[in-house]
């Protein structure tokens, strides 16, 4: 059974930090692109960073110098780090594995 578990979320100050998890089982993790996306209220989801087997790495531009994704494939897991955080990153953050695995999603309040 494929599972994705995001942790991490919850509500921090404009400029904080949080460190995002995804904890997978189930599939050929070490395998597979890895990625985070965010939808905020009323919002399309949209992608936020990906990670390939190689390591190579993208980020949406509004994420660019602030986000850090990475993977520790040892453990299965995929790693969102957030830092100088703006009321604008507000979303519920899900973890997506190629062929279409998706994370149940964890909460992201940013407050100014």
Known sequence: ?????????GL????GSLRLSCAASGIFFRFMTMAWHRQAPGKQRELVASITIAGVT?????VEGRFTISRDDAKN???LEMNSLQPEDTAVY????????????TQVTVSS
């Not at 059974?1 to 979320?9: H, N, P, R």
């Not at 993208?58 to 509004?62: E, M």
């Not at 899900?94 to 999603?105: E, L, M, V």
């Open 1 to 9: 059974q494929v599972q994705l578990m995001e942790s991490g979320g």
């Open 12 to 15: 921090v100050q404009a400029g």
């Open 58 to 62: 993208k980020y949406a531009d509004s």
């Open 77 to 79: 897991t995929v790693y």
């Open 94 to 105: 899900f973890c997506r594995g190629d062929y279409n695995y998706w994370g149940q999603g």
